[in-house]
């Protein structure tokens, strides 16, 4: 059920972010937010506690916001949070808001798992041909494995691109095997 409670939360914030056509301000200001409270226990205790009153809680967050500079969307996304009882829940929300948004942006997070770090040139090249072969913008997030070998593995969504020197290794073992 909580999964279901965290779409419906995150699609109801990416409706607010892309009416306002302020899309990528809410995403950042959330993070923020939701980085602020992970980071804070004190302020996880007093959000998260049914001793603290609404009208309290709501003060708190109206003064980060102001100090944060948070766009009024996420601040009212917040105390929508709080008057609901489901400030517990702001970390898997934001999760799937960011899901949510990017589906709604045209943009695929892909993960890139190389077997040593790829250069700014590899890095751009290798994601205008993800976006090329995918039709979408590409949000990509790299990360070394030497147990590869060499090559790459990409993740787009439920899609793997397997191009490591590793699984040509494997399939060639493979089809020596069958002979």
Known sequence: MSEAVASRYAAALADAALDEDNAERVRGDLAAFVAGFGESAELRNVLESPAVTPELKRKIVDE??????????????????????????????????????????????AEVTSARELSAGERRELTAALEQRTGKKIEARFREDASLLGGAVVRVGSIVYDGSVREQLNRLRERLESE
């Open 64 to 109: 980060l916001a102001r100090r944060m500079n948070l766009a009024s969307a996420v601040r009212n996304f917040v105390f929508l949070l709080i008057d609901h009882g489901r400030t517990e829940m702001l970390r898997e929300i934001h999760q799937v808001f960011h899901e949510t948004l990017n589906a709604r942006l045209g943009i695929a997070d």
